[in-house]
C-alpha cells in the first residue's frame, strides 16, 4: 500500500523574533516578525508592538497560521494608513514567501513627507520581506503517536532495535511495564507494528495514542 503523504508546512525557527528597520523619505518602518502558532498568540505579539510604541502613527500586521485541525487563519490590519496599503501587501509578502504560522507587525514613524499609495505598498511588502530574508526558516510535519507496553526485561532490547530500526522515540515511562511511545509520518507504521511483533514474540503491539505536530529543519524532512 502507498503511503498517505504527510502535511508539512514551512515556518519559522519557534522562539523565533526579528527585527528590521527601513527607511524611507524620513519614515521608519520597523518591522517586528515572529514565531506565532495561535491567532491569540499573534494577538498578543501585536498588542505587544502596540504597547511598545505609543506614540507611532501606525502599527500595521498581518498573520498566516495554520493549526492542527482547523482552517487556516489569516489576517491583516492597516492601522489608520489607507485601505489596502499596508496589511494587504504584508499578507501578500507572507504568502508569497510560502511560509505559515508566522506574524508580521511594521510600525511607521511618520516623517513628514508623504509617500502615496503606491509607495506605502512597496514599503510595507519589503519592510516584512526583508524581514523574512533574516529569518531562519524551519518545517512542521503531523506525525502519529504510536504507543505500546513492553516486559521490562525486553524494554531496554527493543528500545535498542527500534532506534536501531530510525524509529523516533518521543519517550519511555518505566514501572511495572514499560510505556514506549514512538513517532511516525501518517500511513508509515506498517515496518514499525511488524519489527515491534518480531521482537516481543507478538506480545506487544502499537496502538495509536494521538497525533501531533512537530517542528525539524529541511535536512530531518522525509518527503
Not at 498568540?41 to 501585536?46: E, F, G, K, P, V
Request: with cysteine; hydrophobic share 40%; aromatic share 4%.
Amino acid at each position: 500500500m502507498r503511503s498517505m503523504k504527510m502535511a508539512i508546512i514551512e515556518t519559522i525557527r519557534e522562539g523565533s523574533v526579528i527585527h528590521h528597520e527601513i527607511e524611507i523619505k524620513k519614515s521608519r518602518f520597523l518591522t517586528t516578525l515572529a514565531r506565532t502558532d495561535s491567532p491569540e498568540q499573534a494577538r498578543a505579539l501585536i498588542d505587544a508592538v502596540k504597547a511598545e510604541h505609543p506614540q507611532a502613527r501606525h502599527n500595521c500586521s498581518a498573520y498566516v497560521i495554520q493549526v492542527e485541525g482547523r482552517d487556516p487563519h489569516q489576517h491583516s490590519s492597516d492601522d489608520g494608513e489607507p485601505s489596502g496599503t499596508a496589511g494587504t501587501p504584508m499578507l501578500e509578502a507572507l504568502k508569497l514567501a510560502g511560509v505559515w504560522n508566522v506574524t508580521a507587525v511594521v510600525t511607521r514613524y511618520f516623517g513628514g513627507i508623504l509617500l502615496g499609495g503606491g509607495g506605502l505598498i512597496r514599503a510595507y511588502s519589503t519592510a516584512v520581506s526583508e524581514a523574512l530574508a533574516k529569518a531562519p526558516r524551519a518545517h512542521l510535519k503531523d506525525i502519529e503517536v504510536l504507543e505500546a507496553h513492553l516486559l521490562p526485561g525486553d524494554a531496554g532490547r527493543i528500545e535498542a532495535e527500534l532506534r536501531h530500526g530510525r524509529a523516533e522515540i518521543l519517550g519511555v515511562d518505566w514501572g511495572n511495564e514499560v510505556s514506549i511511545r514512538i513517532g511516525v509520518n501518517p500511513g508509515e507504521r506498517e515496518p514499525f507494528d511488524a519489527l515491534l511483533a518480531s521482537l516481543s514474540s507478538g506480545v506487544s503491539q502499537f496502538h495509536m495514542v494521538a497525533t501531533r505536530r512537530i517542528e525539524v529543519d529541511g535536512s530531518h524532512l522525509k518527503l
